[in-house]
């Protein structure tokens, strides 16, 4: 989002897009400046996407979200392919469903903990 700001930036400088893509040749595609500049040549100022049709999602759903999350309470060591295989969605809609509506993130587990140094040695 910020690299098509400083494009709409240099565009309004006067830049070319040649000059746009060399100053930001690590963050942005030289075929992205050139879509951008079209873009803004076209009158169009809006740097954000534009919304796009297509089906929406179908399993993660309200009711998807609070069984999984109810599964999880029960069971907290339940693996994805196992709610997966439950709920009948897909492994990535599940990991969706955990990480990004609930919040959830794996916690790491150390099987030996870091040994304290004693202060006599």
Same mark, same amino acid.
């Given at each position: 989002?910020r690299?098509?700001?400083? =494009?709409?930036?240099?565009?309004?400088?006067g830049?070319?897009a @040649?000059? %746009?893509?060399e100053?930001?040749?690590?963050? /942005?595609s030289?075929?992205?400046v050139?879509?951008?500049?079209k873009?803004f040549?076209d009158?169009?100022e809006? =740097?954000?996407?534009?919304?796009?049709s297509g089906?929406?999602? @179908?399993? %993660?759903?309200?009711?998807?979200?609070e069984r /999984?999350?109810?599964m999880?309470?029960d069971?907290?060591?339940l693996s994805?392919r196992?709610?997966?295989e439950?709920l009948?969605?897909?492994?990535?809609?599940v990991?969706?469903i955990?990480?990004?509506h609930l919040?959830?993130r794996?916690?790491?587990?150390?099987?030996?903990?870091?040994l304290?140094?004693?202060?006599?040695?």
């Open positions: 989002m690299e098509r700001e400083y =494009v709409r930036f240099c565009f309004k400088l830049n070319t @040649t000059e %746009t893509h100053i930001l040749v690590s963050a /942005v030289k075929k992205c050139f879509e951008w500049f873009r040549r009158g169009k809006d =740097v954000e996407d534009e919304p796009r089906r929406p999602p @179908t399993s %993660t759903t309200p009711d998807n979200i /999984v999350r109810r999880l309470a069971d907290r060591r994805l196992r709610i997966a439950e009948k969605i897909s492994l990535d809609s990991s969706n955990i990480h990004e919040q959830k794996k916690k790491k587990f150390y099987a030996f903990p870091t304290r140094k004693s202060s006599n040695v």
